[in-house]
């Protein structure tokens, strides 16, 4: 164990016993190499790390994701091999001397970093941003890229989306989603998109009368493949690579988990405008972890003419 910061007790004892059933030395090599990245942050042996350390580094690398500096999966993985060695410690506590209130505190952690890492496949923000000025000629379509990327909405909801779907209560604006159990929150920022993009929507005679959200030239209802074409056309004017709209729409679960958002609230989301849409002045929504979670969120979107 290459540190100066590592015991004895770690060097000569638990990390020999360790790493004896590894089958191959990258295996050992990718352990040691983040064991002693966390020992050389805090200059703490790894026995000295306790909860309140592991919690800032979990923000320290979450930022990191966020900032694109740090893939969910490299997290995720450190995360699994910092576990694993501290769940060793613990179950051989008594052999190696260890204090038995000395604990796991990455397991905690564990589900959550699994989450991002399921969202992996993301679009990084500033390129979002690139797909969103590309955009600004066609209020439609850069709603619809907002409401993937801050709503998590699919294609396929945003296609089946009506505007009778859509209600303010005094605590925000939702969607009513099928397929979904609960409403879906909208944030503030996408409303502001959303009321711009339904004022110029009202004022267009083949797509007022319709009920779907979100129509076509002729002012029939989309389909998925029109999203999956409108991003291949403004991937192509902006010079980005390709990307799906789930790959949008993934962005969202990441950029919530990246502010500290918690797994039901990131859960509860994926899963104020003033015209056509419902009003419930005295009714509050009770799932608030939707609207909580996008709150943690310190980034927003404009609408074209603002940006």
């Not at 979990?58 to 993985?77: C, D």
């Not at 009778?164 to 989603?177: F, H, P, S, V």
């Not at 909208?186 to 110029?200: G, K, M, N, R, S």
């Not at 403004?234 to 962005?251: I, M």
């Amino acid at each position: 164990m290459n540190s100066i910061y590592a015991s004895n007790c770690i060097c000569q004892l638990i990390w020999p016993d360790f790493t004896a059933h590894f089958r191959s030395h990258m295996t050992a090599a990718s352990y040691q190499a983040d064991i002693v990245e966390i020992m050389e942050y805090f200059q703490k042996d790894f026995l000295e790390i306790r909860e309140e350390e592991v919690k800032e580094y979990f923000e320290i690398l979450s930022h990191k994701v966020e900032q694109e500096n740090l893939k969910p999966g490299t997290m995720a993985k450190k995360f699994r091999e910092l576990h694993s060695f501290a769940e060793y410690v613990c179950e051989n506590c008594q052999r190696y001397g260890v204090d038995e209130g000395y604990r796991d505190y990455y397991y905690p952690y564990l589900k959550q970093v699994a989450k991002q890492e399921k969202f992996a496949k993301a679009v990084p923000v500033r390129q979002i941003d690139e797909l969103l000025k590309v955009a600004e000629d066609n209020l439609m379509e850069y709603c619809i890229l907002v409401m993937l990327f801050r709503a998590g909405l699919s294609s396929t909801e945003l296609s089946n989306l009506q505007v009778e779907d859509l209600a303010i209560y005094e605590n925000g604006t939702y969607a009513q989603i099928r397929g979904r159990k609960n409403l879906c929150f909208i944030p503030e920022d996408a409303c502001d998109v959303l009321e711009e993009y339904l004022e110029e929507r009202s004022k267009n005679s083949k797509m007022a009368h319709q009920p779907y959200l979100f129509c076509n030239q002729r002012g029939n209802q989309l389909n998925p493949m029109y999203i999956s074409r409108m991003m291949r056309k403004y991937e192509e004017k902006a010079g980005l690579p390709h990307y799906s709209a789930q790959s949008v729409r993934n962005s969202c679960a990441v950029t919530l988990f990246a502010y500290g958002a918690s797994q039901e609230q990131v859960a509860s989301q994926m899963g104020t405008t003033k015209l056509q849409i419902k009003r419930y002045r005295n009714l509050v929504y009770q799932e608030q972890l939707q609207q909580q979670a996008n709150d943690l969120v310190k980034l927003k979107v404009e609408p074209p003419g603002m940006r």
